[in-house]
Every structure is written in C-alpha cells, then in structure tokens.
C-alpha cells in the first residue's frame, strides 16, 4: 500500500509498456512508460500520476483497456 500519488503498473518488456502507453494515449490517457535501463529488464512499468481531478470512472476505463490489453497479450 502506497502513500505516493506516483503509481507504477509492472508490465513486463519494453515493446509491452510502449504499446500499452499508446493504446492508452489513444483513449486519452498520458501514461508514460518506464523501461530499461530506467528499471531492471523486464520490469517495464507504466508511472500513473494520481491526483484530486480524477474521476472513479476514469480509473475504471484505464482498468478496462489494460485488462483488454492483457487478454491480448495472453492470445
């Protein structure tokens, strides 16, 4: 449990986070991804910036595209 408005989502490989960042990117959404070297290999992360603006639905769009994104990947 984190007490920082700075959320990372671990996602595995660069190519990964990069697609992941542009898929959410399209759906308006700025998520930065976060790759190697900046993190160890194969630990690519997306960095969510949490603040007060946020709306709940928000959170539940972003939800919904990564967890489309994942079954993707799975495939």
């Known amino acids: 449990e984190s007490q920082s408005h700075i959320v990372p989502y671990i996602i595995g ?16 959404f700025n998520v930065l991804p976060i790759r190697y070297p900046t993190v160890p ?17 928000e959170l539940l769009k972003v939800k919904d595209i990564l967890e489309e994104y994942e079954q993707a990947l799975a495939k």
Request: aromatic letters at 6%; a positive charge; zero cysteines.
């Open 13 to 28: 490989g660069n190519k990964e986070a990069i697609a992941a960042s542009g898929l959410l990117k399209q759906n308006g």
């Open 41 to 57: 290999q194969n630990t690519a992360r997306l960095r969510f910036s949490l603040n007060a603006d946020l709306v709940f639905d």
